[in-house]
């Protein structure tokens, strides 16, 4: 991936992290994908107090990509503030093997950035191939 482009995603990231909706965990996170087009999409986690119906970010950047239209992911990145890097929950890992292959997975915060394939954190994926 070129840096221009690694840097686009984690600006887009930490730009959404800034509109999270985290009042009971006060975990901002950002995501952004870039689909196949070259379009990248945003979404921050928006929680509430039936934490069942919280969302990651990372699903809401998928979900606005899907819903314009765009369903081939080539890349995600993910941002927090917090000292730890946010790894992707095991609902989202399904989701993003939904419209993707093995895409790397860019992990970021203030003072890290980390890049994994997704077959490095779902190395068993569930779907029509499996």
């Known amino acids: 991936m070129q840096e221009e482009t690694l ?5 887009a990231a930490t730009e959404a992290s800034r509109n999270s909706y985290s009042p009971y ?4 996170v950002g995501a952004a994908v870039l689909t196949e087009s070259g379009r990248i999409f ?8 039936s934490y069942g119906a919280t969302v990651c970010a990372e699903r ?3 979900f606005k990509a899907v819903s314009e239209g765009e369903t081939k992911i080539s890349a995600l990145a993910i941002f ?9 929950c095991g609902m989202c890992l399904q989701v993003i093997s939904e419209f993707c292959e093995d895409i790397p ?7 890290v950035v ?4 997704l077959s490095e954190l779902m190395p068993h994926r569930f779907g029509d191939a499996s």
């Open 7 to 11: 840097d686009m995603l984690i600006d």
């Open 25 to 28: 965990s006060s975990f901002p």
């Open 42 to 49: 945003s979404g921050t986690n928006i929680e509430n107090a």
């Open 60 to 62: 809401v950047a998928i």
């Open 80 to 88: 927090t503030t917090a000292a730890n890097l946010a790894f992707p």
């Open 105 to 111: 997975v860019i992990l970021a915060s203030d003072a």
């Open 114 to 117: 980390r890049i994994y394939q």
